[in-house]
């Protein structure tokens, strides 16, 4: 299949045609499984509880801010979709990590040809207990920082009207990461030098990331979003990164 140099938006987009590839489509099933269980649910809870949270995140904003209600109020409905479509998300690709690692794998092999040194279905196995590692390392460079946003959505006033903006940038962020590791972690390659390879892109790192934090915060569309985004990301990682990385 041949490639060609794309933005973010258009290598996740990319990743849509990938996942219904014939080859492809029998590995997007299981991550497609664990999407659908855990954001559908997740949808189903966030839907029955934005009230109270609603409510709960206006009584921070002060009085003499009263007036700007009306524009803090979506800010504020933004700030929860965005929150807990991500930690539901981040969830999501921890259960289906492996089979996320395995789809990235055949996506690669039918972009280039090459495929991952491995020793068949006993070697997926027995790197299950890496893979989870793996997740744990992103965790880690991810817990601190949301700590700290979840305080600054707590500032009267600050926190209701930049806080969404900043939880957004800070989503496409991590989700880039996330779903950019699979490829990379496929070949052994560290988080630290990942993450600094995606600074050399940041355009498209933070393209792609942002078109999947939109479309997993959207009902049944977000239920696609994780088999699109790894083969999208894996995409990204053959034609942007994999040349230089390996050499």
């Not at 029955?48 to 700007?68: A, C, E, I, K, R």
């Not at 088999?227 to 894996?234: D, K, M, Q, R």
């Not at 995409?235 to 040349?243: D, I, L």
Request: proline content about 5%; glycine content about 8%.
């Amino acid at each position: 299949m041949t490639l060609k140099k794309r933005s973010g938006f258009g290598y996740f987009f990319f990743g849509l045609q990938l996942a219904v590839t014939p080859g492809i489509r029998r590995f997007v099933i299981l991550p497609l499984l664990a999407n659908i269980l855990l954001l559908g649910g997740a949808l189903y809870y966030v839907l029955t509880q934005m009230g109270t949270w609603l409510d709960h995140l206006m009584s921070y904003v002060p009085d003499f801010l009263s007036w700007l209600n009306y524009i803090i109020w979506p800010l504020a409905v933004l700030s929860i979709l965005f929150v807990t479509m991500y930690f539901f998300s981040a969830i999501a690709n921890i259960i289906a990590s492996p089979f996320n690692g395995l789809l990235a794998e055949k996506v690669e092999k039918l972009l280039d040809g090459h495929s991952v040194d491995n020793e068949g279905f006993w070697s997926f196995l027995k790197d299950i207990p890496r893979v989870f590692a793996r997740e744990w390392r992103k965790l880690r460079y991810t817990i601190p920082k949301m700590i700290g946003l979840f305080i600054l959505l707590l500032i009267p006033g600050i926190g209701q009207t930049i806080g969404p903006l900043v939880w957004f940038i800070f989503t496409a962020w991590m989700l880039a990461i996330q779903y950019c590791d699979y490829p990379f972690d496929n070949h052994k390659v560290s988080f630290n030098t990942m993450r600094m390879q995606l600074k050399g892109k940041q355009g498209r790192a933070y393209g792609f990331g942002m078109l999947v934090t939109v479309f997993t915060t959207i009902p049944i569309i977000n239920l696609i979003v994780m088999p699109a985004a790894v083969c999208g990301a894996t995409a990204m990682w053959v034609n942007e990164f994999k040349a230089e990385t390996l050499k």
